[in-house]
T-cell receptor, first 116, second 114 residues
Framework: AQKITQTQPGMFVQEKEAVTLDCTYD???????LFWYKQPSSGEMIFLIY??????QNATEGRYSLNFQKARKSANLVISASQLGDSAMYFC?????????????FGSGTRLLVRP | DAMVIQNPRYQVTQFGKPVTLSCSQT?????MYWYQQKSSQAPKLLFH???????NEADTPDNFQSRRPNTSFCFLDIRSPGLGDAAMYLC?????????????FGPGTRLLVL
């Protein structure tokens, strides 16, 4: 079963506008972590933001915020004031207990293109 | 700045010729990971080291091996590369294995097999 689902293979956004990238997850573990990574065409995976399963407030990091809806099991990434440099692949990931340790499980990614 | 470094950024090898990719970190993290990422796919975990303890994923082919001689360095050895092994290889580190620990990735090595 798919653990992390990103339903948007590709998204467009106009420069300076906000965009929401969707992510839903599936786990029965009460303790888990949710992460978003950005991967530009150069290939490096850049950590953007983290949300813990017990965190009461939505995480924010500069122009990035995470809309965490625990009951719906969703962890959408909101990018405000999009910039041309935001064009990249975005991966949602969940750190979940598997066997004796926690492993990072990635979604299939969303490719974001920012239009000038 | 503390970071994860991968060398080389691009590697070309011949079919069947052993190749080694290297990763180093200045974060002093306990855990180092190797991922394989093929075009337009999510990264796939190959194995990880927690300190000197090696943990292999069940579906990682025997063709892939790893060494961690010290805290800072970790190597990925591909004993007999096939055309299907052409991919981006990403090294990552984390402080430990708990749910809230962030994994920090290096810039990756793109492997081309001729």
């Amino acid at each position: 079963a798919q653990k992390i689902t990103q339903t948007q293979p590709g998204m467009f956004v106009q420069e300076k506008e906000a965009v929401t990238l969707d992510c839903t997850y599936d786990t029965s573990d009460p303790s888990y972590g949710l992460f978003w990574y950005k991967q530009p065409s150069s290939g490096e995976m850049i950590f953007l933001i983290y949300q813990g399963s017990y965190d009461q407030q939505n995480a924010t990091e500069g122009r990035y915020s995470l809309n965490f809806q625990k009951a719906r099991k969703s962890a959408n990434l909101v990018i405000s004031a999009s910039q041309l440099g935001d064009s990249a692949m975005y991966f949602c990931a969940m750190r979940e207990r598997m066997d004796s340790s926690y492993k990072l499980i990635f979604g299939s990614g969303t490719r974001l293109l920012v239009r000038p | 700045d503390a970071m994860v470094i991968q060398n080389p950024r691009y590697q070309v090898t011949q079919f069947g010729k052993p190749v080694t990719l290297s990763c180093s970190q200045t974060l002093n993290h306990n855990v180092m990971y190797w991922y394989q990422q093929k075009s337009s796919q999510a990264p796939k975990l190959l194995f990880h080291y927690y300190d000197k303890d090696f943990n292999n994923e069940a579906d990682t082919p025997d063709n892939f091996q790893s060494r961690r001689p010290n805290t800072s360095f970790c190597f990925l050895d591909i004993r007999s590369p096939g055309l299907g092994d052409a991919a981006m290889y990403l090294c990552a580190t984390s402080r430990d294995l708990s749910s809230e620990e962030t994994q920090y990735f290096g810039p990756g090595t793109r492997l081309l097999v001729l």
